[in-house]
């Protein structure tokens, strides 16, 4: 596909781009398709739907954010077996996180970002353009990227999402179709992390029941309950912090609870672990 900037984006940058004929049927079907979203995995089935035609890529990360804390937890989607935990710690680091910074940047545009190793930096009326060394965009695994979000520090709930191994043209006609499936997205992530994310919504289960937790979230459990760091947890189980701590988000999330202590405790108290002798 075509990944230039047009002569119009770059003389005028209309922002009177309609939909075509298909494009329109898509979004209709996207926007319909949304309001049936339950859990995680109707999100990922929704976004390699007809979501996909419209915007074609392989990688996802999203970052929620609740008004009562400053962070975003994060999350990422792959179709590709080249992009996975290693990259999802390398991208988001504080210190030089390429998506990290991508996420900065959108927080102080308020349009979509997209970053490409071939185009130099750009601004237009409703996007934007990054310039990325060949050789950091190729470590990301990411290849080319758009971010954009909805929200921001003042919103009851604020979300941010990357768009990664983006094949769609990077031009007006993308930025339009991401400006106009946000808010969709926006309330599909919502939906979707309602019943997990005690930042955000209560997940406090009408039956009293808990969402399952995986192997490694029983394991990092048990070192949380020894009193251990996220360093301490990363370097026994070779992960790095970032990983640990998104770890300790979902643990806190499954268990409804607001803080470690808390999470080991009633982790012992369900028989989820053993206590330390």
Known sequence: MDTTITGIDQANDQWTLALNEEQRALFMEVIEESLRLQHRSHLFNWLQRGFQCLLAHEVVIIGVR???????????????????????????????????????????????????????????????????????????????????????????????????????PVNAQTAHLLELLMPHLHCAIVKVTANKCPSVLSTTARNGRIKPLSKRELEVLEWLQAGKTNWEIGNIMTVSPLTIKNHVQNILRKLDVENRSQAASKALKLGLIARKQ
């Open 66 to 168: 609740g008004l009562e804390r400053a962070s975003y937890d994060y999350e990422y989607l792959t179709s590709s077996r080249y992009f996975g935990d290693t990259q999802f710690d390398q991208v988001l680091n504080d210190e030089d996180g390429l998506v990290s910074e991508a996420f900065t940047r959108w927080s102080k545009l308020g349009m979509p970002v997209f970053y490409h190793t071939e185009l130099t930096a750009q601004q237009y009326n409703h996007y934007a353009v990054e310039h990325v060394d060949a050789e950091r965009m190729l470590a990301s695994e990411l290849k080319r990227f758009v971010v954009h979000g909805f929200g921001n520090e003042h919103s009851r709930i604020a979300t941010m999402v990357m768009f990664g191994r983006l094949s769609s």
